[in-house]
């Protein structure tokens, strides 16, 4: 049973992957990335992985989703084209969608507290009624004992990408020359 | 004192200084004093040299003491890890070719002394840098060692062909690097495939013992007792005589070799057929032969067939030519089929007929390049048409050009007959050690056994006939005749630097041809060596078979009555 | 303290950096910029060269070994970063007002690059695998030519994250298997795990990361493209110094999982790789023969080179990994001398066709001399190290038997013998073209720079007894961890 539900969820997952290829208008592409992002957070969730569950809906579904759609605008609002066949009646097929959503998430519950056991979860589990420490504590520690150089490293990697996206977005003149002011070569 | 070791690095080194130091003008009579204290080095080297294949001395190679033949030896440790050794020396094999080289060094410097005009100091430099591989060549004796020598000749030769050589030189010095790059590479994965399985079979223990080395002396002590399998003779025989017969030229391998010469600067073709075929000759006596009598007696058939084909081939296609030096060329490829003939007759006349003849060649073939190279240098062409009746204004030259033609050709009397007179003799009485036992004519066949002996003498003999066709139409057309060619009116005839080269080399094959029983007795000894390890496997055979063996027939047969034949 | 010690090159490299950022606020001149960075570049060197006899680990145990090894592969990395930086001083194919990021982003890369040789945790590996790539991703953008630059990052960067991805889903394959990510559990738990053909594949999908940075085949794409359209400085140190450290990742990686005896599967993972260096080395050395820009041939040679030094990795013998990282050092020496001429020869130019070396010999014997002495080392001649590599590669690959594997590996040096020679062809016997006929005259720092790797190849080709020594003591010191 629960790994009827796992294909469902990686089915919306792909299908919603290959929309944000796939679609021309950029906003409809970052909503779908948005549902990958939710699809990804549900499977999470039903691995009892509930903090990486958590973080990925406010993280990445939340916060920078947002991003993405400020940039999105700010850059190019067009009005979007003729819809193509499969959006045509986007009303059924949300709909359609929905259900699906609904009866997955219905299964998962029951699967979840009928049988208690999931997949995956058997380990974190069996650590957890051990330690009695909660997920979010015990991932801290591990983070500043265990994982510690991942975990510094992961900060300098940001910066880097910070770092890159600016030089990187430096400016242009309209024909793609960049612009110089005379003392900065010097 | 590093006599060898001196003798090896001193060109290179001297013209690196010079080249960096020396003002343009002076540098080729710095080259040429260069080579000539090599030269007298050399000479040192051959005064205190033992010729008489007696020496025998203990040397310590890494853990092993082995006794050994080679004086002046020089040993260092290198890479020990690996069994790599600097190891240089010299037995009587390796101290002909390398006076032979000394002396073609100083003619290579002084038949460019005119028609070198462009990047002078360049010129000279590799000049000098080839003489160090080659010198190196001859006088390691460690295979890693030898290989890294071996690959040093290339690269000036490369640049000699590519920047001074005539019109079509990028191409000819492309083809000729590629050529020999393709076999040295196999050559490469032969040597390490030898380091690991070198061993020899340990009768007590009745297991072969795995011995790691580079070093050529304990090579020769474990391996020449091979064990005639794939693994441990045939492939790396083959690796190592493919690479070998790329550089000498033989026959499917050889077309190299006419593009190269043609394009090569002077100096070039006569450093190229003087010394570094030799190299490849060298290198198949020295290595093929004793390391893998096995392996070479079971392809000797094969090679013999394509010596053959090759004296032939090289013969026809030198009498089409329409190009003086293409024709040189060609004949080179003929005559260097004698060489690899001789060798793998496996018969005491014969090998030493073929190491005479890399001599014959060196003097006889450069004497025809430094005559073409002078010609050239006149007339700016080398094409047949151009010339005629050229004895009349260039008399010397035409006389002393007539002596190096005369000399290819092989006539009795000079230096040329006795090479060829003796392989062909060599050839006809193939495995002589075997002959005595035979009474079964086709386990004989069997064995790889020609018994078309006849046969291949008789091609080879066509070879010297058309050799002797081809050069002397070239010389007729060129020398004869009426001089009616209004531009060669004009032609001045040698100056002394020019006749003295070819005198010198006139000289040398006169006396070669007059009185070889020096250079006779100084081959002995190398020839023994040489064919000692495939004697001993013959005779291991033939027991094996159940036949009775006489004598092992390493014994100079025929020595007086060639000498005879000779005068 | 201690521990501060052992982690110093990458501080050094690291806090340079971030002294680099600093002054780019500050808004420093270029030349300022560039002087800061390189003597923390050199600074960066001493340091290794002062950790070079270390052993510990500096984090929780078991995520970051400092061993001669690492520390090795980081004097390396540091001295080839010292190099490229010796070129990267206002790169005129750069955008202009790039220059100053240029040693920053460089900096960077070097010490997530040095990082990933000490790495011995999965996760750290990885994100030190990013680090190295995302600068390096920034930078090569910057061309001047718009289009170049971005075509050539593209290809990279879209590659590059392909790798890296799969890496991660090779390492998620692991530590589903075996519930770890150090490589000292894996290491122990091998033998229940090596029977498990979900570990191998996991293992190969994990390297995967690392042969897309060695350019090895399945993921060589980028090479030619990338070394072609990036800016030249920038080309350099993918080509050099990114190398060294997937090299010892991989090192790494085939000594935990190939050399132990309870491995009998490692048989799968050997028969993978002699597949992939065959197809590297024929790949890369064909391509090579008919290309007409000169970085480009440097790629496609530097995928034939990639299988060179997989044939002696497919050993899993120490024998092999020493011979790796003697030819590593050598490579990187004969590497950067091939793209310096690169570089000085395309000073103005976006790109270098081979056409534009002609009469090299007239306009700077001495770039000549250094490209004679790369392309030899490159082919393999002696006396450089390209020969005495080779031998040491096919020398650990025969000792295993590996016989047929070496023949091809050698036949295909002897193809890429007419590519080298072709180079050198124009180099030296052409005479110049006439729209670039002026004399070369390269900076003092870049002629000691040449100096110096001319004097390695060299060094190293005739006298490789102290090199190897070192190397083999660094591999021993990796064994011993396993």
Redo the contacts between chains.
């Keep these: 049973m629960a790994l009827v539900i796992y294909y469902v969820l990686f089915g919306i997952t792909v299908l919603f992957a290959l929309g944000v290829l796939f679609n021309r208008n950029t906003v409809r592409s970052a909503i779908c990335l948005v549902g990958v992002m939710a699809a990804l957070a549900v499977n999470y969730l039903i691995m009892r992985q509930e903090f990486v569950a958590f973080i990925q809906i406010v993280v990445y579904t939340g916060a920078i989703m947002v991003l993405f759609l400020f940039v999105i605008m700010l850059l190019n609002l067009r009005e979007p084209e003729v819809m193509p066949w499969y959006l045509r009646k986007a009303r059924f097929w949300g709909g359609a969608l929905s259900l699906v959503f609904f009866f997955t998430l219905a299964l998962a519950v029951q699967v979840w507290t009928v049988s208690g056991v999931t997949p995956g979860a058997i380990e974190n589990e069996a650590f957890i009624k051990e330690s009695g420490t909660p997920e979010v504590i015990l991932l801290s520690t591990l983070m500043i004992t265990k994982y510690v150089a991942p975990f510094i490293l992961t900060s300098i990697l940001l910066l880097v990408a910070v770092i890159g996206a600016i030089v990187m977005a430096k400016r242009y003149d309209e024909d793609g020359q960049e612009i110089i002011s005379e003392e900065e070569v010097s | 004192m590093p006599l060898l070791t001196l003798i090896i690095f001193l060109p290179m080194i001297a013209g690196a200084i010079l080249a960096l130091t020396m003002p343009t003008k002076k540098m080729k009579h710095a080259a040429l004093g260069v080579m000539i204290v090599d030269l007298l080095l050399v000479l040192y080297a051959a005064m205190t040299f033992d010729w008489s294949g007696t020496f025998v001395t203990e040397a310590r190679v890494f853990a092993e003491t082995i006794a050994t033949t080679f004086q002046h030896r020089e040993h260092l440790p290198?890479?020990p890890?690996?069994g790599i050794s600097y190891t240089v020396g010299a037995d009587n094999l390796s101290m002909i070719f390398v006076i032979l080289t000394a002396v073609l060094g100083i003619i290579g410097v002084l038949c460019s002394w005119t028609s070198i005009v462009h990047r002078e100091k360049e010129f000279y430099f590799f000049l000098l840098a080839l003489q160090t591989g080659i010198m190196g060549t001859f006088l390691a004796i460690d295979i890693?060692l030898f290989?890294?020598f071996w690959?040093?000749m290339?690269?000036p030769l490369?640049?000699m062909i590519?920047?001074w050589g005539s019109k079509n030189?990028?191409y000819a010095?492309?083809k000729f690097?590629?050529y020999t790059?393709?076999g040295s590479?196999?050559m490469?994965?032969a040597m390490?495939?030898m380091?690991?399985n070198n061993g020899a079979y340990n009768p007590q223990l009745g297991v072969i013992e795995y011995v790691r080395s580079y070093s050529y002396e304990i090579m020769l002590q474990t391996q020449s007792g091979d064990h005639g399998t794939f693994q441990a003779s045939y492939?790396p025989f083959l690796a190592l005589f493919i690479a070998f017969a790329i550089k000498v030229p033989l026959f499917p391998l050889h077309t190299w070799l006419p593009d190269a010469h043609t394009e090569a600067p002077t100096a070039g073709s006569v450093i190229l057929a003087g010394i570094l075929l030799k190299t490849g000759g060298y290198a198949i006596i020295r290595y093929c032969i004793p390391l893998f009598p096995d392996a070479s007696i079971s392809f000797a058939p094969l090679i013999t067939w394509l010596s053959v084909i090759a004296i032939i081939y090289g013969a026809m296609a030198a009498i089409v030519q329409t190009d003086i030096k293409r024709l040189v060329a060609y004949s080179s490829v003929s005559h260097m089929g004698f060489v690899t003939l001789g060798i793998f007759s496996f018969n005491p006349a014969a090998m030493s007929g073929a190491i005479l003849q890399m001599i014959n060649h060196g003097i006889s073939t450069s004497g025809l390049f430094l005559a073409v190279g002078m010609i050239y240098e006149r007339r700016h062409t080398r094409e047949f048409k151009e010339f005629g009746g050229l004895a009349t204004n260039l008399p010397i030259f035409a006389a002393l050009t007539m002596v190096m033609v005369l000399s290819s050709v092989g006539l009795p009397g000079l230096n040329g007959f006795l090479g060829e007179f003796n392989i062909l003799l060599g050839s006809m009485q193939n495995y002589p050690i075997l002959m005595q036992a035979q009474d079964d004519a086709s386990w004989a066949a069997a064995m790889g056994m020609t018994q078309y002996t006849w046969l291949v003498a008789l091609g080879a003999t066509l070879g010297v006939i058309f050799g002797a066709v081809y050069l002397l139409i070239m010389y007729q057309r060129v020398f004869f005749g009426k001089l009616d060619n209004e531009k060669n009116k004009g032609l001045t005839d040698l100056v002394p630097r020019e006749w003295g080269q070819l005198a010198f080399l006139a000289v040398a094959a006169l006396a070669i041809g007059l009185f070889p029983k020096p250079i006779f007795d100084a081959m002995a000894p190398a020839t023994r060596t040489a064919l000692e390890p495939v004697a001993r496997v013959l005779q291991m055979e033939v027991k094996d078979k159940g036949y009775e063996l006489a004598v092992p027939g390493v014994v100079i047969e025929n020595e007086e009555e060639l000498l005879a034949l000779g005068e | 303290m201690a521990n501060v010690l052992l982690i110093l090159p990458e501080l050094t490299i690291f806090l340079a950096a971030i002294l680099v950022f600093k002054c780019l606020i500050l808004g420093l001149s270029v030349l300022h910029v560039w002087r800061v960075a390189f003597a923390g570049s050199l600074l960066g060197l001493g340091a290794c060269l002062i950790t070079l006899g270390m052993t510990g680990e500096p984090f929780h145990p078991g995520i970051y070994r400092v061993d001669l090894f690492s520390q090795l592969m980081k004097t390396v990395i540091a001295a080839a970063l010292v190099l490229v930086l010796v070129l990267s001083d206002s790169p005129p194919v750069m955008r202009r007002d790039a220059w100053r990021e240029l040693p920053f982003f460089l900096l960077l890369s070097s010490a997530g690059l040095m990082m990933m040789t000490s790495a011995t945790e999965l996760i750290t590996l990885y994100l030190a695998l990013e680090l190295s790539a995302f600068p390096v991703y920034a930078l090569i953008v910057l061309h001047r030519d718009r289009r170049m630059g971005s075509e050539g990052a593209t290809k990279y960067m879209l590659q590059g994250m392909v790798a890296s991805a799969v890496t991660l889903y090779g390492m998620s394959f692991i530590f589903g298997l075996s519930g770890t990510t150090y490589l000292s559990e894996i290491a122990a738990a091998l033998p229940e795990l090596g029977s498990q053909p979900l570990f191998w594949v996991g293992l190969l999908l994990l390297l995967a990361g690392f042969l897309f940075k060695l350019a090895l085949f399945p993921f060589h794409f980028w090479a030619p493209d990338t070394y072609f359209s990036s800016p030249h400085p920038v080309a350099t140190f993918i080509a050099t110094v990114s190398k060294v450290a997937a090299i010892a990742v991989l090192c790494r990686m085939v000594a935990v999982a190939g050399w132990n005896e309870a491995s009998i599967d490692g048989e799968t993972l050997r028969i993978v790789l002699i597949v992939l260096a065959v197809a590297a080395m024929t790949l890369g050395n064909l391509a090579a023969l008919v290309q007409k820009d000169f970085k480009r041939l440097l790629g496609y040679s530097a995928i034939a080179h990639a299988g060179y030094i997989v044939v002696a990795l497919q050993a899993f013998s120490s024998l092999g990994h020493t011979a790796i990282v003697f030819y590593t050092i050598g490579y990187l020496a004969m590497t950067w001398i091939c793209f310096m001429v690169a570089c000085e020869v395309g000073r103005n130019r976006d790109t270098v066709p081979v056409s534009a070396l002609a009469g090299l010999w007239q306009r700077s014997p001495m770039l000549a001399l250094c490209l004679l002495i790369g392309i030899f080392g490159l082919t393999g001649l002696p006396p450089t190290v390209g020969f005495i590599g080779k031998w040491f590669l096919f020398s650990a690959a025969l000792e295993d038997g590996q016989f047929l594997l070496v023949l091809i590996a050698a036949l295909n040096s002897a193809v890429a013998v007419y590519y080298y020679m072709r180079v050198l062809r124009v180099a030296y016997l052409l005479e110049p073209a006439k729209e670039d006929t002026g004399i070369l005259a390269p900076s003092p720092l870049v002629v000691t720079g040449a100096m110096v790797a001319c004097l390695v190849v060299l060094w190293m080709g005739v006298a490789p007894n102290y090199f190897w020594e070192i190397a083999a003591e660094a591999i021993v010191a990796l064994g011993a961890t396993y």
Excluded: D, H, K, S
């Design positions: 290198w890479l890890e690996f890693f290989y890294m690959e040093l290339l690269i490369y640049f590519g920047n030189r990028i010095t492309m690097v590629i790059m393709a590479v196999v490469l994965v390490i495939w380091y690991y492939f």
